[in-house]
Protein backbone atom coordinates (compact mmCIF):
# COMPACT_ATOMS: atom_id res chain seq x y z
CA UNK A 1 0.00 0.00 0.00
CA UNK A 2 2.68 2.52 0.84
CA UNK A 3 4.75 1.58 -2.80
CA UNK A 4 1.43 2.30 -4.22
CA UNK A 5 0.73 5.80 -2.96
CA UNK A 6 4.03 6.75 -2.76
CA UNK A 7 4.51 6.30 -6.85
CA UNK A 8 1.23 7.47 -7.48
CA UNK A 9 1.35 10.59 -5.51
CA UNK A 10 5.18 10.77 -5.50
CA UNK A 11 4.70 11.75 -1.62
CA UNK A 12 7.29 12.10 1.21
CA UNK A 13 8.20 8.57 2.81
CA UNK A 14 7.68 10.24 6.57
CA UNK A 15 4.68 11.64 5.53
CA UNK A 16 3.11 8.20 3.95
CA UNK A 17 4.79 6.21 7.08
CA UNK A 18 2.76 8.81 9.49
CA UNK A 19 -0.80 8.68 7.12
CA UNK A 20 -0.74 4.20 7.16
CA UNK A 21 0.64 4.24 10.54
CA UNK A 22 3.69 2.68 9.32
CA UNK A 23 6.68 2.52 11.42
CA UNK A 24 9.79 3.76 8.84
CA UNK A 25 12.07 0.68 9.77
CA UNK A 26 9.81 -1.45 8.29
CA UNK A 27 9.67 0.79 4.74
CA UNK A 28 13.59 0.15 4.92
CA UNK A 29 14.20 -2.62 6.21
CA UNK A 30 15.40 -5.58 3.69
CA UNK A 31 15.43 -9.41 4.47
CA UNK A 32 18.64 -10.70 4.77
CA UNK A 33 17.58 -14.82 4.88
CA UNK A 34 19.61 -16.67 2.83
CA UNK A 35 17.76 -19.82 1.43
CA UNK A 36 19.84 -20.87 -1.67
CA UNK A 37 20.99 -23.94 0.28
CA UNK A 38 16.98 -24.84 0.98
CA UNK A 39 16.36 -23.89 -2.59
CA UNK A 40 19.00 -25.74 -4.44
CA UNK A 41 18.05 -28.51 -2.46
CA UNK A 42 14.43 -28.40 -3.59
CA UNK A 43 15.25 -28.07 -7.23
CA UNK A 44 17.38 -31.40 -7.09
CA UNK A 45 14.65 -32.71 -5.36
CA UNK A 46 12.00 -31.89 -8.05
CA UNK A 47 14.29 -32.43 -10.93
CA UNK A 48 15.11 -36.27 -10.03
CA UNK A 49 11.40 -37.32 -8.59
CA UNK A 50 9.00 -34.52 -10.18
CA UNK A 51 5.72 -36.55 -9.53
CA UNK A 52 6.73 -36.28 -5.33
CA UNK A 53 4.77 -33.92 -2.61
CA UNK A 54 6.10 -31.52 -0.36
CA UNK A 55 5.34 -34.12 2.58
CA UNK A 56 7.73 -36.76 0.75
CA UNK A 57 10.48 -34.22 -0.57
CA UNK A 58 10.47 -33.18 3.71
CA UNK A 59 11.01 -36.87 4.46
CA UNK A 60 13.99 -37.47 2.47
CA UNK A 61 15.36 -33.91 3.66
CA UNK A 62 15.22 -34.93 7.32
CA UNK A 63 16.27 -38.63 6.52
CA UNK A 64 19.53 -37.05 5.23
CA UNK A 65 19.97 -35.39 8.37
CA UNK A 66 19.41 -31.37 7.29
CA UNK A 67 17.45 -30.02 10.14
CA UNK A 68 15.93 -27.38 8.12
CA UNK A 69 12.39 -26.02 9.88
CA UNK A 70 9.31 -27.44 8.25
CA UNK A 71 7.89 -24.35 7.68
CA UNK A 72 10.80 -22.51 6.30
CA UNK A 73 11.05 -25.78 3.71
CA UNK A 74 6.91 -25.30 2.85
CA UNK A 75 7.58 -21.42 2.70
CA UNK A 76 10.65 -22.01 -0.24
CA UNK A 77 8.58 -24.65 -2.04
CA UNK A 78 6.12 -22.98 -2.31
CA UNK A 79 7.80 -19.73 -3.45
CA UNK A 80 9.34 -22.45 -6.25
CA UNK A 81 6.06 -22.78 -7.11
CA UNK A 82 6.62 -26.64 -6.86
CA UNK A 83 3.22 -27.84 -5.81
CA UNK A 84 1.77 -30.32 -8.37
CA UNK A 85 -1.92 -30.75 -8.70
CA UNK A 86 -2.91 -33.83 -9.90
CA UNK A 87 -6.37 -35.50 -9.58
CA UNK A 88 -6.53 -39.07 -8.37
CA UNK A 89 -9.48 -41.46 -8.14
CA UNK A 90 -11.22 -41.66 -4.61
CA UNK A 91 -11.20 -45.11 -4.20
CA UNK A 92 -13.62 -46.50 -1.38
CA UNK A 93 -12.07 -49.31 0.68
CA UNK A 94 -14.55 -51.97 1.26
CA UNK A 95 -14.28 -54.59 3.86
CA UNK A 96 -13.60 -57.69 2.81
CA UNK A 97 -12.06 -61.04 4.47
CA UNK A 98 -8.25 -59.87 4.72
CA UNK A 99 -8.29 -56.50 4.66
CA UNK A 100 -5.02 -54.23 4.44
CA UNK A 101 -3.20 -54.30 7.82
CA UNK A 102 0.35 -53.93 8.52
CA UNK A 103 1.74 -57.16 9.57
CA UNK A 104 3.49 -56.97 13.52
CA UNK A 105 6.20 -59.11 11.89
CA UNK A 106 8.30 -59.70 8.50
CA UNK A 107 7.33 -62.50 6.29
CA UNK A 108 3.33 -62.45 7.45
CA UNK A 109 2.02 -61.14 4.49
CA UNK A 110 3.73 -60.42 1.12
CA UNK A 111 1.80 -58.84 -2.01
CA UNK A 112 2.48 -59.77 -5.83
CA UNK A 113 1.25 -57.98 -8.85
CA UNK A 114 2.11 -57.89 -12.46
CA UNK A 115 3.09 -54.86 -14.02
CA UNK A 116 3.51 -54.20 -17.99
CA UNK A 117 5.37 -52.19 -20.74
CA UNK A 118 7.28 -51.50 -23.82
CA UNK A 119 10.83 -51.45 -25.14
CA UNK A 120 11.36 -48.96 -27.85
CA UNK A 121 11.12 -51.53 -30.14
CA UNK A 122 7.98 -51.91 -29.33
CA UNK A 123 8.07 -55.33 -28.18
CA UNK A 124 5.51 -55.78 -24.81
CA UNK A 125 7.52 -56.67 -21.47
CA UNK A 126 6.16 -57.75 -17.97
CA UNK A 127 6.93 -57.24 -14.84
CA UNK A 128 6.68 -58.94 -11.51
CA UNK A 129 7.00 -57.23 -8.18
CA UNK A 130 6.81 -58.68 -4.63
CA UNK A 131 7.22 -57.00 -1.44
CA UNK A 132 6.86 -57.66 1.89
CA UNK A 133 4.01 -55.81 3.41
CA UNK A 134 5.44 -55.66 7.21
CA UNK A 135 8.02 -52.59 5.86
CA UNK A 136 7.04 -52.56 2.19
CA UNK A 137 10.86 -53.83 1.36
CA UNK A 138 10.57 -54.60 -2.21
CA UNK A 139 11.76 -58.20 -2.36
CA UNK A 140 12.04 -58.80 -6.10
CA UNK A 141 11.20 -57.45 -9.96
CA UNK A 142 11.15 -60.09 -12.59
CA UNK A 143 11.66 -58.58 -15.64
CA UNK A 144 11.13 -60.89 -18.88
CA UNK A 145 8.58 -61.15 -22.30
CA UNK A 146 6.55 -63.90 -20.54
CA UNK A 147 6.20 -64.58 -17.04
CA UNK A 148 4.23 -67.88 -16.75
CA UNK A 149 3.53 -70.08 -13.79
CA UNK A 150 6.07 -71.83 -13.31
CA UNK A 151 8.25 -68.88 -13.28
CA UNK A 152 6.91 -67.22 -10.34
CA UNK A 153 7.28 -70.33 -8.70
CA UNK A 154 11.11 -70.31 -9.04
CA UNK A 155 11.31 -66.66 -8.22
CA UNK A 156 9.39 -67.53 -5.10
CA UNK A 157 11.43 -70.50 -4.10
CA UNK A 158 14.94 -68.22 -4.43
CA UNK A 159 12.99 -65.76 -2.29
CA UNK A 160 12.24 -68.08 0.50
CA UNK A 161 15.29 -69.52 0.70
CA UNK A 162 16.95 -66.15 0.92
CA UNK A 163 14.27 -64.48 3.38
CA UNK A 164 11.95 -67.08 4.79
CA UNK A 165 8.63 -68.19 3.63
CA UNK A 166 5.73 -66.10 3.97
CA UNK A 167 2.16 -67.31 6.00
CA UNK A 168 0.18 -65.48 3.64
CA UNK A 169 0.60 -64.06 -0.04
CA UNK A 170 -2.12 -61.73 -1.26
CA UNK A 171 -2.37 -61.07 -5.44
CA UNK A 172 -5.15 -60.79 -7.76
CA UNK A 173 -6.99 -63.18 -9.65
CA UNK A 174 -4.67 -63.42 -12.59
CA UNK A 175 -4.11 -66.58 -14.53
CA UNK A 176 -0.57 -66.84 -13.35
CA UNK A 177 -1.66 -66.75 -9.60
CA UNK A 178 -5.22 -68.71 -10.01
CA UNK A 179 -3.15 -71.67 -11.77
CA UNK A 180 -2.86 -75.12 -10.42
CA UNK A 181 0.69 -74.88 -10.45
CA UNK A 182 1.10 -72.24 -7.77
CA UNK A 183 -1.90 -73.63 -5.77
CA UNK A 184 0.19 -76.86 -5.30
CA UNK A 185 2.98 -75.18 -4.60
CA UNK A 186 1.52 -72.83 -1.82
CA UNK A 187 -0.35 -75.68 -0.03
CA UNK A 188 2.98 -78.06 0.05
CA UNK A 189 4.65 -74.77 1.69
CA UNK A 190 1.42 -74.05 3.87
CA UNK A 191 1.52 -70.62 2.61
CA UNK A 192 -2.06 -69.16 2.22
CA UNK A 193 -3.46 -67.32 -0.88
CA UNK A 194 -5.62 -64.23 -0.13
CA UNK A 195 -7.28 -63.00 -3.42
CA UNK A 196 -8.55 -59.78 -3.52
CA UNK A 197 -11.67 -58.86 -4.96
CA UNK A 198 -12.11 -58.85 -9.28
CA UNK A 199 -12.23 -55.08 -10.18
CA UNK A 200 -10.51 -53.69 -6.49
CA UNK A 201 -6.87 -53.18 -6.67
CA UNK A 202 -7.64 -50.86 -3.61
CA UNK A 203 -7.59 -54.31 -1.95
CA UNK A 204 -4.08 -54.87 -2.84
CA UNK A 205 -2.98 -51.58 -2.19
CA UNK A 206 0.80 -51.75 -0.95
CA UNK A 207 2.22 -53.33 -4.02
CA UNK A 208 -0.40 -50.67 -5.90
CA UNK A 209 1.17 -47.98 -4.37
CA UNK A 210 4.59 -49.50 -4.78
CA UNK A 211 4.24 -50.60 -8.26
CA UNK A 212 3.09 -46.34 -8.87
CA UNK A 213 6.17 -44.95 -7.64
CA UNK A 214 8.30 -47.62 -9.32
CA UNK A 215 6.13 -46.64 -13.40
CA UNK A 216 7.20 -43.21 -12.05
CA UNK A 217 10.89 -43.19 -11.18
CA UNK A 218 11.75 -45.79 -14.05
CA UNK A 219 9.24 -47.36 -16.35
CA UNK A 220 7.84 -43.53 -17.43
CA UNK A 221 11.52 -41.87 -16.97
CA UNK A 222 13.50 -43.94 -19.29
CA UNK A 223 13.38 -45.62 -22.80
CA UNK A 224 14.87 -48.88 -22.75
CA UNK A 225 16.26 -50.68 -26.06
CA UNK A 226 17.17 -54.26 -23.98
CA UNK A 227 15.27 -56.45 -21.30
CA UNK A 228 18.95 -56.41 -19.75
CA UNK A 229 18.88 -52.58 -19.94
CA UNK A 230 16.05 -52.78 -18.09
CA UNK A 231 16.83 -55.59 -15.54
CA UNK A 232 19.39 -53.94 -14.59
CA UNK A 233 18.15 -50.48 -13.73
CA UNK A 234 15.33 -51.90 -11.84
CA UNK A 235 17.94 -53.60 -9.59
CA UNK A 236 19.70 -50.33 -9.33
CA UNK A 237 16.68 -48.88 -8.48
CA UNK A 238 15.42 -51.35 -5.87
CA UNK A 239 18.31 -50.84 -3.84
CA UNK A 240 17.97 -47.59 -3.81
CA UNK A 241 14.32 -47.73 -2.86
CA UNK A 242 14.71 -50.05 -0.12
CA UNK A 243 17.19 -48.07 1.72
CA UNK A 244 16.58 -44.41 0.86
CA UNK A 245 12.69 -44.00 0.12
CA UNK A 246 10.91 -42.82 3.60
CA UNK A 247 7.79 -43.35 3.89
CA UNK A 248 5.02 -41.77 5.51
CA UNK A 249 3.47 -45.14 7.07
CA UNK A 250 6.87 -46.29 8.60
CA UNK A 251 7.72 -43.09 10.87
CA UNK A 252 9.58 -41.28 7.39
CA UNK A 253 11.97 -44.54 7.42
CA UNK A 254 13.28 -46.07 4.54
CA UNK A 255 12.03 -49.70 4.65
CA UNK A 256 15.42 -51.06 5.73
CA UNK A 257 15.85 -48.56 8.04
CA UNK A 258 12.12 -49.16 9.33
CA UNK A 259 13.22 -52.96 10.17
CA UNK A 260 16.57 -52.16 11.51
CA UNK A 261 14.86 -49.92 13.73
CA UNK A 262 12.26 -52.51 14.68
CA UNK A 263 14.73 -55.12 15.28
CA UNK A 264 16.92 -53.12 17.63
CA UNK A 265 14.06 -52.36 20.07
CA UNK A 266 12.52 -55.56 20.32
CA UNK A 267 16.35 -56.56 21.44
CA UNK A 268 16.10 -53.89 23.68
CA UNK A 269 12.91 -54.83 25.09
CA UNK A 270 13.67 -58.86 25.75
CA UNK A 271 16.79 -57.26 27.76
CA UNK A 272 15.07 -54.61 29.90
CA UNK A 273 14.75 -55.56 33.77
CA UNK A 274 15.90 -58.79 33.48
CA UNK A 275 14.72 -60.97 36.38
Given amino acids: MAAYLKEKYKANIQLLCRTLGLNRSSWYYQSIRDDSEVESKLKSLAKRFPTRGFDWYYLKIRSEGLIWNRKRVLRVYRKLKLGLRRKHKKRLNRP ?4 LAQPL ?15 EDGRKVRMLTIIDDYNREALAIEVGLSIPSQRVIR ?7 EKGKPENIRTDNGPEFTSHQ ?3 FCQSRRIEQWFIQPGKP ?3 GYIE ?6 REDVLDAYIFEDLESLRMMSMQWLEK ?3 GHPHQALGGRSP ?3 KDHRKKNSKELVYVNPV
Fill in 209 to 214: RFNRTY
Fill in 155 to 161: MLERLIY
Fill in 96 to 99: YQHA
Fill in 182 to 184: LAD
Fill in 256 to 258: LDF
Fill in 202 to 204: NQN
Fill in 105 to 119: TPNFTWSMDFMSDVL
Fill in 241 to 243: YNQ
